[in-house]
């Protein structure tokens, strides 16, 4: 991984570690997401407890109650490209508790925080065909079991934002390594979850920088301020729901893909002085047809 892609997540990480109070109101709603997703799937098999939980972009935790989750899941795969921001996490949750267990440092995205430029350049087809292939894989993490529930915690825009270092976005290859990315993200959700488990894709898509309208919006008027800011083409790159579920559509006609998707209202995620609109899609992995028994030859 190249320290010069990787640092700018790590200054940032360093820098909102004390917004935890800030988030509250956000990472209730997380919680909840998470918990009401634990309702359905004990309620489904019949479980007390469900076995494992993946918090992709785990970082600070500042989205997550590591104590509640703990009562919830044997077991909690923390990943995040940061170290010392989970085990700071885990320290802080005051927890000596081995079901918190942490992977790092991880890239979400291999091989995104190992890319050069060239990597992604029209000059070498075979290699840029190559790269998008890498990118768009659905290589989950290793060391992570298939789980119950994988969470990604607001990380696809910091995905966009590592692709950005790489290329400018009127560059001719920047929307193909964008929706290459983003199907990689959602097929490497939907590889580490079990037959039957849920991915929860959770992202900011828009801040008050770009539109302070948020700052005072309430949540009944967000989801119409959200779709007037995105027909203004005013979002983070490749946040756009649609095309999102354009692509989750196309996967589910695959064995592993979704069998359903539900798309959750959007919230406000305060982060210090910023105002964030976050929204969350809900997708449940299909089960295999069991495969009917072959007739009995006839004698
Ligand atoms: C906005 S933060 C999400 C908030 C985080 N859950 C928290 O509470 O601090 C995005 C996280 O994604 C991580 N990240 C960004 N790109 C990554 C990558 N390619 N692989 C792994 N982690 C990545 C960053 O280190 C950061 O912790």
Same mark, same amino acid.
């Given at each position: ?13 360093? /820098? ?14 997380? *919680?909840?997401?998470?918990?009401? +997703? ?32 703990? $009562?919830?899941?044997?077991? %909690? ?21 081995? $079901?918190?267990? =942490?992977?790092?440092?991880?890239? %979400?995205?291999? #091989?995104?925080?190992? *890319? ?8 070498? +087809? ?11 894989? /659905? ?30 976005? !009127? ?14 993200? =959602? ?7 079990? #037959? ?22 309430? !949540? ?5 301020? %959200? ?6 083409? @005013?979002?983070?790159?490749?946040? @756009? ?18 069998? +359903?998707?539900?798309? =959750? ?5 305060? *982060?210090?002085?910023? +105002?964030?609109?976050?929204?969350? *899609? $809900? ?17």
């Amino acid at each position: 991984m190249r320290p010069d892609l990787i640092d700018p997540h790590i200054v940032r990480n360093s /820098e909102t570690a004390d917004l935890r109070d800030s988030c509250k109101s956000h990472r209730e709603r997380v *919680m909840q997401l998470i918990e009401s +997703t634990v309702s359905d799937l004990s309620a489904e098999s019949n479980v007390d407890q469900l076995s494992s939980v993946v918090l992709l972009g785990a970082g600070n935790c500042l989205d997550v109650d590591l104590i509640r989750l703990a $009562r919830l899941f044997q077991h %909690i795969h923390l990943v995040d490209l940061d170290v010392a921001a989970l085990s700071d996490a885990v320290a802080d949750a005051n927890s000596t508790d081995n $079901r918190l267990q =942490i992977h790092a440092p991880q890239d %979400i995205a291999e #091989p995104l925080l190992a *890319m050069m430029p060239d990597d992604l350049s029209t000059d070498d +087809t075979t290699r840029l065909a190559n790269s998008l292939k890498l990118l768009s894989s /659905e290589n989950g993490v290793a060391d992570v079991p298939e789980s119950d529930i994988v969470v990604s915690l607001c990380l696809f825009s910091h995905l966009v934002v590592t692709l950005s270092v790489l290329l400018t976005d !009127d560059n001719p290859v920047y929307a193909n390594a964008l929706k290459a990315i983003r199907l990689g993200h =959602i097929r490497r959700m939907l590889s580490m979850l079990r #037959p039957g488990g849920v991915a929860i894709f959770i992202t900011e898509i828009v801040s008050s920088e770009t539109a302070p309208k948020l700052i005072d919006v309430s !949540d009944s008027e967000l989801p119409e301020l %959200i779709r007037e800011l995105v027909n203004d083409n @005013n979002f983070f790159s490749g946040t @756009n729901p649609s095309p999102l579920l354009a692509e989750l559509n196309l996967l589910s006609r695959l064995p592993g893909g979704p069998e +359903t998707v539900d798309t =959750i209202d959007p919230w406000k995620w305060q *982060m210090g002085d910023r +105002t964030y609109a976050v929204y969350a *899609m $809900r997708i449940q992995k299909k089960i295999p047809l069991k495969e009917e028994a072959a007739p009995a030859a006839d004698d």
